[in-house]
């Protein structure tokens, strides 16, 4: 399946309703092994842009024939649009940060990690800055007392707004939050026409945002926020055929990633400049910020940072306590790990 393939996988959620499809196979309990065997045919809708582009570029799509696996591609990714695919169940598995596995909790949408991934230098490569408006000043995380910044509960950019001003010594009376979701170039845009202060954007995006407000700036938060998963429904998992599916994605997944690392160049073009329509030098500079990803070799340190993360938005947001053990499904901690074989990240710095 090469470029048109693509393409027209990479459906809408309107176009999967056409796809929709309830519980397919026996009942797996969720302590019982993973199954090995696939039923020939068995579908699962997943929305992981990214990995779809590597995967059919890399020619890895043939390992989820051969194994039987029919992945029917959705263009969602990140929280809010998966949730609502969750709900109207049109979708099985999202990539996503950490957040929205805690959100769907907290909104009554059981869902379960399948699968986690690291950045090698975490704090040298993040995923976010703080873009700073033009002619604002700041310079460092204390001046952003007194500051408007965009804030969304529900993402991963509201859970670091939290935790910088936690590491600020400040808190949420000392600024002012605005309610603004993250989609697309939204807090860019925010920034540049001055309806934010602060507000934080990937770190990969911040030479387009200045180019396009040049009296724009940004700084870093120092803190670590490469969380990054994929997250299923839980009755999908708990479907013994879409298991046996995932766990072959999964093993295909972690492969992928370790594709992107071995081929920058083929990965920006397949993915930031075909699909997401960034120039070549855009596509290029948003390789270099995004540093090396890596499959850990265990899953504890992951989950401690999300068991913090959870107990500050439960204390900041006022949700119920979580535990986070509850969200993930370590059977396909080995399975990832098995499939990057002596590539697995051992250490994982908490």
């Known amino acids: 399946m090469k470029k048109r393939t693509v393409a027209a996988l990479a459906v809408a959620l309107t176009v999967l309703t056409a796809c929709s499809n309830g519980d397919t196979g026996a009942t797996l309990e969720l302590t019982a092994a993973l199954p090995d065997k696939v039923p020939g045919g068995t579908e699962i809708r997943i929305g992981d842009p990214a990995i779809q582009a590597i995967v059919q570029a890399s020619g890895l799509d043939s390992e989820l024939t051969d194994a039987g696996v029919e992945v ?85 950019q509201g859970a670091l707004v939290l935790r910088v001003l936690q590491k600020a010594g400040l808190t949420q009376k000392d600024v002012t939050l605005v309610e603004l979701t993250s989609t697309g170039d939204s ?55 879409k298991a046996a599916a995932l766990k072959v994605y999964v093993g295909v997944r972690a492969k992928a990633l370790l594709w992107q690392n071995q081929h920058p160049g083929e990965y920006a073009k397949v993915y930031l400049q075909d699909t997401q329509g960034l120039s070549p030098q855009d596509a290029k500079d948003v390789v270099a910020a995004d540093g090396t990803k890596g499959i850990p070799a265990t899953w504890d340190n992951a989950i401690a940072r999300l068991q913090a993360t959870a107990d500050l938005l439960a204390e900041q947001q006022n949700h119920e306590k979580l535990d986070v053990t509850t969200l993930v499904d370590r059977r396909f901690e080995k399975v990832e790990a098995a499939a990057a074989g002596s590539a697995v990240v051992s250490g994982d710095a908490a």
């Open 72 to 156: 029917q591609w959705a263009n969602i990714s990140g929280g809010p649009q998966s949730i609502q695919a969750f709900r109207a169940d049109k979708l099985d598995c999202s990539a996503v940060a950490d957040i929205p596995s805690l959100f769907a909790a907290w909104t009554g949408t059981s869902t379960k990690i399948v699968f986690q991934s690291v950045t090698v230098d975490p704090v040298e490569h993040p995923i976010y800055r703080l873009g700073v408006a033009p002619g604002v000043n700041v310079a460092s995380l204390a001046d952003l007392r007194g500051k408007k910044i965009a804030y969304s509960a529900g993402q991963a």
């Open 187 to 241: 807090y860019a845009t925010a920034l540049g026409s001055k309806a934010v202060d602060v507000a934080p954007i990937a770190a990969s995006q911040v030479k387009i945002y200045k180019a396009k407000y040049p009296a724009g700036t940004s700084i870093s938060h120092g803190i670590r926020d490469d969380a990054s998963t994929l997250y299923c429904l839980t009755k999908t998992v708990q479907d013994a055929e």
